[in-house]
Each structure stands twice: as structure tokens, then as C-alpha cells.
Nanobody, 126 residues
Framework: QVQLVESGGGSVQAGGSLRLACVTSGDTFSRYNMGWFRQAPGKERRFVAATNWIDTIRKYVDSVKGRFTISRDNAKRTLYLQMDSLNAEDTANYYC???????????????????WGQGTQVTVSS
């Protein structure tokens, strides 16, 4: 079992950048596929990015490709999401997710992940 704590959210103007971090504890971080999801008010939680446990395959939702970068530091037990060129549509609560079901191609559905953080709010003003 793994515990997840996100940080790095905040308010930023359109075009700006933020870097989210997800610090894990409990089970061995390097055994988990990891992902980021986001949820805007009144909307479902949606996939943003994911990486497998060996960080060989990264997936992104089309709307963030070329702007967001997911990465992981297994030594620090931390998952990151670098977000550049932010726009108002990126405003949401961002959640870190983990699963011990290690697939080479990481999942992109919420049901593919078993553990969740509490979320960190990102607000982009235009």
C-alpha cells in the first residue's frame, strides 16, 4: 500500500508554469505505475498523464501534449508534473494516482489506479 501527498498547486496567469509534486510513502515507489488526473468543478475526474514503473512509457491526454511533462524520481519517491503554457482550461484540482498493477503501457482510466492523493488546486487566470 502507498500513501500520496500532492503539492505545488497555486494561482498563475495564462502562459505561466507550475510544477506539481507527489511525495509517496509506504510501499516501494519504484514498483508502482503512476498518474496524474484532474477534476474541474462540476466535471468528472479526467486523465492527464501517466508513466510506468520503469518510466519507459509516458502517456498524455491530447490537450496537454507538448505543454506538460510527467516524470518520476524513484530515489526521492516522488512523481512530478511540469506544466508550461498554462491556460484557463487547465484550472482544476489535480490528483496523483498509483497502482501496483504494473503494465508496460500505463493505464489512462481512473479505474486503472488504486491509490489517490487528496489533490492540489491549480487556478489559471486569463
Amino acid at each position: 500500500q502507498v500513501q500520496l501527498v500532492e503539492s505545488g498547486g497555486g494561482s498563475v496567469q495564462a502562459g505561466g508554469s507550475l510544477r506539481l509534486a507527489c511525495v509517496t510513502s509506504g510501499d516501494t515507489f519504484s514498483r508502482y505505475n503512476m498518474g496524474w488526473f484532474r477534476q474541474a468543478p462540476g466535471k468528472e475526474r479526467r486523465f492527464v498523464a501517466a508513466t510506468n514503473w520503469i518510466d519507459t512509457i509516458r502517456k498524455y491526454v491530447d490537450s496537454v501534449k507538448g505543454r506538460f511533462t510527467i516524470s518520476r524520481d524513484n530515489a526521492k519517491r516522488t512523481l512530478y508534473l511540469q506544466m508550461d503554457s498554462l491556460n484557463a482550461e487547465d484550472t482544476a484540482n489535480y490528483y496523483c494516482a498509483a497502482t501496483s498493477r504494473r503494465t508496460v503501457s500505463p493505464g489512462t482510466e481512473a479505474s486503472d489506479f488504486d491509490y489517490w492523493g487528496q489533490g492540489t488546486q491549480v487556478t489559471v487566470s486569463s
